[in-house]
C-alpha cells in the first residue's frame, strides 16, 4: 500500500511539473495541456484500480 502511495504521488508530481514548466507553450507532449492533465488522472485512477484487483486476488 505504502509503494503504490508513492508511485501515484510521483506520476501526480512529474505531471504537474511538466505542465507548470509548459504553460506558455500550451502544449506538453504534442497535445493540448488540459488532454495531457486528463491523461494523467486518468492514468493514476487506472493505476489505483488496477492495484485494488492485484491486491484482491480476483482475475480480471
Do not use: C, Q
Amino acid at each position: 500500500m505504502n509503494r503504490l502511495f508513492w508511485i501515484v504521488m510521483a506520476v501526480i508530481g512529474v505531471g504537474l511539473v511538466l505542465l507548470m514548466l509548459n504553460n506558455s507553450a500550451g502544449h506538453t507532449f504534442g497535445m493540448n495541456n488540459n488532454d495531457f492533465g486528463r491523461l494523467i488522472w486518468v492514468g493514476v485512477l487506472v493505476m489505483v484500480i488496477g492495484a485494488s484487483l492485484l491486491r484482491s486476488g480476483r482475475s480480471p
